[in-house]
Nanobody, 115 residues
């Protein structure tokens, strides 16, 4: 059974930092493209960062320089480091694993940036 589970969200201050982990099980993790997506209130879900099995990363323009995606294949984990938090980063953050036409999503974790 495939399980994708985000954790580590919550309330954070503008200008602060947050690290969101995602644990994956039931897949050959090292072969999967992993990604972080977010859905702000009242908006559509959008991709923010992806990382390939080769560790090549890609970021949407609005988060470049502030977000860092990383993976630990030995622990089946992917992380999203968010620095210089802004109120517009408020969203539900979702972890995704995809490969070979298969796509798996986590339940999401809420990140709220507010003073």
């Amino acid at each position: 059974q495939v399980q994708i589970a985000e954790s580590g969200g919550g309330l954070a201050q503008p200008g602060g930092s947050l690290r969101i982990p995602c644990a994956a099980s039931g897949i050959s993790f090292g072969f999967y493209n992993m990604g972080w997506y977010r859905q702000p209130p009242g908006k559509q879900r959008e991709s923010v960062a992806t990382i390939r099995p080769t560790a090549v990363t890609n970021y949407t323009d609005s988060v470049k320089g502030r977000f860092t995606i990383s993976r630990d294949n030995g622990k089946n984990m992917v992380y999203l480091q968010i620095n210089s938090l802004k109120p517009e980063d408020t969203a539900v953050y979702y972890c995704n694993a995809n490969q070979w036409g298969q796509s798996y999503w986590g339940q999401g974790t809420q990140v709220t940036v507010s003073s």
